[in-house]
């Protein structure tokens, strides 16, 4: 190589680097329990990062469902999302989460949330006249102890000062915290290790979550409506029905940083219920609310999430065949359709 050439190779610019980040799949929470685990192994194999499980009121626990994949698997990091805090007990959830967190080192990851009103009061816990209070309490209480801290002073909603474990983790496993509103994820930002978004979670939402939470470094988890087919307009069609909760109160803070926020809210106006709204409004606005297209087009929409800010992007499947789904989705992953 002449001298002109070894200039000429030292002054290229350099390549921007890649946006990049981690991609789970969520286990259904009305997944035939004949096929959890080979769902779970499956996802391991496809080369999924995580796998989330969920804990909604009459379906199945999040902490067995977690220990059961964790045992089923070798690698895949799992996720709990969400366990209420006002439904357990916060020394009996550190004891469950520090028992699996020593089993399966750093494959563990804790979300936490009021959890739903209804729920909650359905299921007699009630609901809490601080739904703030009761999470930054229980955020904090919950951390210490897992790090083998003793229990801060009692608290208005959370008591159990000088509470210690004896047996925990040489890593305490981080503790999201799943919520939507500004002042609740400005709590996150002191009170815990990150965010869980729960769908949709869009670039735009994304990055505004991360503006409140106020500071660098931070889990910022999504959940994200996904399909994925060589037909990328037959894909947008099989994700509308996962967006027809979209648009009732609590999704407000989803839709204020969309460019057609103002525009979505007339058009659910209009529409008669959730799902006319989602099956008829613009094919745009779906492929912006969910991880939905060919291959490609869903690289670039779970390359967007990174770039907004998320550290891990948990694709949500959709149909009557979960197994299928959870094939066709791995396609989005990288080299994945290679």
């Not at 020394?91 to 959890?115: D, K, S, V, W």
């Not at 990150?194 to 990055?207: D, R």
């Not at 307009?233 to 648009?247: C, F, H, N, P, T």
């Not at 999430?305 to 979960?322: E, I, K, M, N, Q």
Request: charged residues 20%.
């Amino acid at each position: 190589m002449t001298q002109t050439a070894q200039t000429v190779q030292s002054v290229q610019p350099a390549q921007p680097s890649v946006p990049s980040g981690r991609v789970g799949v969520l286990l259904p929470r009305d997944l035939p329990v004949r096929q959890l685990l080979p769902y779970a192994r499956r996802a391991e194999e496809l080369g999924f990062d995580e796998l989330w499980v969920v804990e909604d009121l009459g379906w199945r626990g999040g902490v067995a469902q977690a220990a059961s994949v964790l045992a089923a698997t070798r690698r895949i990091t799992v996720g709990i999302g969400i366990l209420p805090a006002g439904a357990r007990n916060v020394c009996f959830a550190a004891m469950e989460l520090a028992t699996l967190a020593q089993l399966h080192p750093g494959r563990l990851t804790a979300g936490i949330g009021h959890g739903m009103r209804a729920w909650m009061e359905e299921a007699g816990g009630g609901w809490p006249a601080s739904p703030l209070t009761l999470l930054r309490e229980y955020a904090t209480a919950l951390r210490a102890l897992l790090r083998g801290e003793p229990a801060p002073a009692d608290g208005r909603y959370v008591r159990c000062a000088g509470v210690r474990l004896t047996e925990t983790p040489e890593t305490a496993p981080p503790v999201l915290l799943g919520v939507r509103g500004p002042k609740s994820q400005a709590l996150a930002g002191e009170s815990a290790d990150g965010l869980l978004l729960a769908e949709p979670a869009p670039p735009a939402y994304v990055a505004a979550s991360l503006r409140r939470l106020g500071r660098a470094g931070a889990e910022v988890v999504t959940y994200d409506v996904a399909a994925v087919d060589e037909d990328g307009d037959a894909a947008v069609e099989r994700v509308r029905a996962g967006l027809a909760a979209i648009g009732e109160p609590d999704w407000a803070p989803h839709l204020a940083p969309l460019p057609f926020a103002a525009e979505f809210r007339a058009h659910r106006a209009a529409s008669a219920d959730g799902a006319e709204s989602a099956r008829t409004m613009p094919a745009a606005w779906v492929r912006e609310l969910a991880v939905a297209g060919t291959p490609a087009q869903a690289r670039a929409a779970i390359a967007a999430r990174w770039a907004a800010g998320a550290t891990s992007v948990v694709l949500t499947p959709v149909g009557a065949d979960p197994l299928g789904a959870l094939e066709s989705l791995a396609r989005a992953l990288p080299g994945g359709d290679e």
